[in-house]
């Protein structure tokens, strides 16, 4: 079952975010406390787990959840299948799908040891309904018809 190994903040946006295990999601505004908060309609960023352990894996650097400024990391789902518009349950909370990625020539804040993902791999939602979110919560993804 798909569920949230990471809830990560960074007080500034030029710093990496740390998993802080537990968090508020407010609707219209992200992450309670999170240097991205508040700046656009990309309240919250995600990242499939997995992606972190390739690019460890490629690169012999030693990323954990946060190290690429993602807000939630999630294990056990396959993330390049949501589209935008999706929504999708963390928690008790709702986040709906905004963007898919980055544009590479959009400003990145942060990199970890000269390497950015988000731009190719992260999911970016707005907060519909708001809540606590920690390690564990589960993840429902929309269900596809074939």
């Known amino acids: 079952m798909a569920h949230v190994i990471a809830v ?4 500034r946006r030029t710093d990496p975010k740390v998993d802080i295990g537990e968090g508020v999601l407010r609707a219209g505004y992200g992450l309670e406390g999170d240097a991205h908060a508040g700046l656009s309609e990309r309240e919250v ?10 690019i460890n894996a490629a690169y012999g650097i030693d990323a954990v959840p946060g ?5 939630l990391t999630i294990a056990g789902a396959d993330l390049t299948a949501l589209r935008v518009g999706d929504v999708l349950q ?27 993902i988000l731009p190719k791999y992260g999911i970016f ?17 929309p269900e596809r018809s074939a």
């Open 8 to 11: 990560c903040k960074s007080d």
């Open 45 to 54: 960023a995600l990242l499939d787990a997995a992606r972190i352990k390739e």
């Open 67 to 71: 190290s690429f400024a993602e807000n």
């Open 90 to 116: 963390v928690g008790r909370t709702k986040l709906e799908v905004v963007q898919l990625g980055k544009p590479l020539s959009a400003a990145h804040t942060y990199n970890f040891r000269g390497h950015s």
């Open 125 to 141: 939602c707005r907060v519909l309904e708001g809540g606590t979110v920690q390690h564990g919560d589960p993840v429902i993804l």
